[in-house]
């Protein structure tokens, strides 16, 4: 099961809880901001979070995730190209807030699968998409037809490019080859929209534009 949680910070970005509803085991991924939000709806839902994912490096996407990772005992969970994002305020994007670096955090490669241990079925895949960042995953739920696409594309537009490390042609090339390339009725989860379908975002103006 898939659940969205849009939590308030400098700005609203959507975490996600990707979960097993027999069990109660779970993902969690991009924790933004209110940890106590996030711990509220694990409480209230009977979830152990046996990870932390974060699609990218920037820090609206991991502000709290030191904190649920001490408050639930569970890894923190990134790309490896994520290791200069996290450990540097100006490419994270954090230096005009409050400055903002990840130390304890598991480093893996494009296309790692990332199971449940308790139901190593469901499982997410790791799949590089570059061009917001150097560093964008998409992640692959083994069991639904979705995708956890970070900041690459939004409902009705692509991912922006302008802040460090950003690459426009880059960008297009992982949303042409790589995301809508899924099937058409794969859902789009991305961090600051609504959700869309790859479907849909192949009708927009933006998809002509990009093709």
């Given amino acids: 099961m898939i659940l969205r949680k849009t939590v308030e910070g400098i700005f609203a970005t959507n975490a996600y809880f990707y979960f097993d ?3 109660r085991h779970g993902i969690l991924i991009d924790p933004g901001f209110e940890a106590g939000t996030l711990l509220a709806v694990i409480r209230e839902r ?4 046996e990870k932390i994912l974060i699609t990218h490096g920037h820090f609206d996407h991991f502000a709290v995730a030191e904190e649920l990772q001490q408050a639930l005992s569970c890894p923190i969970v990134m790309g490896e190209r994520s290791r200069e994002y996290v450990g540097s305020p100006y490419l994270n994007l954090s230096a005009n807030y409050r400055p903002l670096t990840l130390s304890d955090v598991t480093y893996v490669p494009d296309g790692t699968a990332v199971p449940l241990e308790t139901n190593p079925a ?3 895949t ?3 998409v570059p061009g917001h960042t150097p560093d964008s995953m998409m992640f ?8 956890f ?9 692509f991912g922006l490019t302008h802040f460090p490390g950003g690459d426009e042609r880059m960008l297009f090339e992982s949303c042409m080859q790589r ?3 899924l099937p058409d009725e794969t859902r789009l989860l991305s961090g600051h929209s609504e959700p869309t ?3 849909e975002e192949k009708e927009r103006p933006w998809f002509r534009h990009v093709a």
């Fill in 21 to 23: 509803e027999n069990t």
């Fill in 46 to 49: 009977g979830l152990f979070i």
């Fill in 122 to 124: 469901m499982c997410l």
């Fill in 126 to 128: 790791l799949v590089s």
């Fill in 140 to 147: 692959l739920p083994s069991d639904t037809p979705a995708a």
């Fill in 149 to 157: 696409v970070g900041d690459s594309i939004f409902r009705n537009s």
């Fill in 179 to 181: 995301i809508l390339a």
């Fill in 197 to 199: 379908t790859v479907g």
